[in-house]
Structure formats: C-alpha cells, structure tokens
C-alpha cells in the first residue's frame, strides 16, 4: 500500500507562484508515472502534468510553460512548481501515482486558491 501526502498549498494572488509537493511511503523509483490532477468547484478532475519513470512529462495546454513537474526518487518525492498563477488554476490538486503491480493512488488533495 502506498500513501501519498500533498503539501504546499494555500492563498496567492494572480501572478504568484507556489510550490507543491507530494511525499511518498516508500521508493517511488519503480513508479512508472506520477502526476498532478486538479478539481475545481463543479468540474471534472483534470491531468495537470504528469512525470514518467524516465522523466518524460506532459502538461495540459492550460499551464503549459507555467508549471514544472519533477520528481526526486532519493527523497520519494514529486514536485509541481507554479508560476504566473491565475483564478482558473483555483483547484484542489491531487497527487497521483501508478505503479507496476500496476495499482493506482491517490492523494487526499491540497487547496490551491488564486485571488484576483
């Protein structure tokens, strides 16, 4: 069983940056791919950025050469840089990671709120 903790949101004003981070139980090593998911008041659950075992990553067009997704395997643990944060990127962000059993996880989710 894996557990993944999301931290490092909270209130910004348009045009700031924040950081998240998403802290695994154990090696995320053998992870084939993590991500980053979003979940504004009355919409779907989006994909943000995603991060394979070889580093490759993908961004949604939304925040495309706005956000960085990383992962550190020595510290189990995925980051997602913010900056140039606008209202539309108010969400609950969601840390999600697939392994090869395969299996998929979740986070509990941290508040990211954009004030104008």
């Known amino acids: 069983q894996v557990q ?7 209130l910004v004003q348009a045009g700031g940056s924040l950081t998240l981070s998403c802290a695994a139980s154990g090696s995320i090593f053998s992870f084939i791919n993590m991500g980053w998911y979003r979940q504004a008041p009355g919409k779907q659950r989006e994909l943000v950025a995603a991060i394979s ?6 961004y949604a067009d939304s925040v495309q050469g706005r956000f960085t997704i990383s992962r550190d395997n020595a510290k189990n643990t995925m980051y997602l840089q913010m900056n140039s944060l606008n209202p539309e990127d108010t969400a609950i962000y969601y840390c999600n990671a697939i392994t090869p059993a395969p299996a998929t996880y979740w986070g509990q989710g941290t508040q990211v709120t954009v004030s104008s």
Do not use: P, Y
């Open 4 to 10: 993944l903790v999301e931290s490092g949101g909270g």
């Open 53 to 58: 075992r070889g580093g490759r990553t993908n």
